[in-house]
């Protein structure tokens, strides 16, 4: 009964090709994130969907498009794969002033 | 200067022993304050949330916050090998309900048998 759900689990892909991962949350939230986490654990916020609009957009490469087709569902399309993108990508959602909760993550790894 | 700063460790104690984990921050207006565990290739979970400053308890776990002093920790009681884990604090700022989160470092913990 998993409450943020994100697929694939893992990705490994060529540089310059295109992909995305999906996120799913049954919790009901407003808001859903995605987030990165670099080689060194450090997570950092990338984009932020309140019941389907874009709010926050964090400088990140236009290579990366959200889109959000209802309020549960938070998917991330990444174009022309480079290196530098290997990381884990979380989503996550909030109610309110209520902290987040992650899903399990998609480890990318470009080569 | 980060807006959170938090000491990445890494940290090793005995079982049983009281582990303390802090975090300072600069921005005046963090008004939430969290704690999340987050084990290897897992989530970060919640462990704690508070908007107030002083104490919180839950279980072994106790987070506190100085807002006068810009300064949250988290305590854990009793620690357990299954408290090894990489604990993230995460605060956010007032105002939006939806504002985003900014995390610190993360601190590795050990605790051995």
């Known amino acids: 009964d998993t409450a943020v759900s994100q697929t694939p689990k893992y990705l490994v892909t060529q540089m310059g090709n295109d992909k995305s991962i999906k996120c799913e949350q049954n919790l009901g939230h407003d808001t859903m994130y995605w987030y990165k986490q670099d080689s060194k654990k450090f997570l950092k916020i990338m984009f932020s969907?309140?019941?389907?609009?874009?709010?926050i957009n964090e400088t990140v490469p236009n290579r990366f498009s959200p889109k959000s087709p209802d309020k549960a569902h938070l998917n991330l399309h990444i174009n022309s794969l480079e290196l530098g993108d290997s990381a884990v990508y979380f989503c996550?959602?909030?109610?309110?002033?209520?902290?987040?909760?992650f899903g399990q993550g998609t480890r990318l790894t470009v080569v | 200067q980060k807006e959170v700063e938090q000491d990445p460790g890494p940290l090793s104690v005995p079982e049983g022993a009281i582990v303390s984990l802090n975090c300072t921050y600069s921005?005046?207006?963090?008004?939430?304050f969290m704690w999340y565990r987050q084990y290897s290739r897992k989530g970060p979970e919640l462990l704690m949330y508070t908007y107030s400053s002083g104490n919180k308890e839950d279980g072994r776990f106790t987070a506190q916050v100085d807002k006068s002093s810009k300064y949250i920790s988290l305590f854990i009681r009793d620690s357990q090998p299954s408290d090894s884990a990489t604990y993230l604090c995460?605060?956010?700022?007032?105002?939006?309900?939806?504002?985003?989160?900014?995390f610190g470092q993360g601190t590795i913990l050990t605790v051995h048998p």
């Open positions: 969907y309140n019941n389907k609009e874009l709010i």
């Open positions: 996550a959602s909030s109610q309110d002033r209520f902290a987040a909760f």
């Open positions: 921005n005046s207006a963090f008004q939430y």
């Open positions: 995460a605060i956010r700022a007032g105002g939006t309900s939806y504002g985003k989160l900014t």
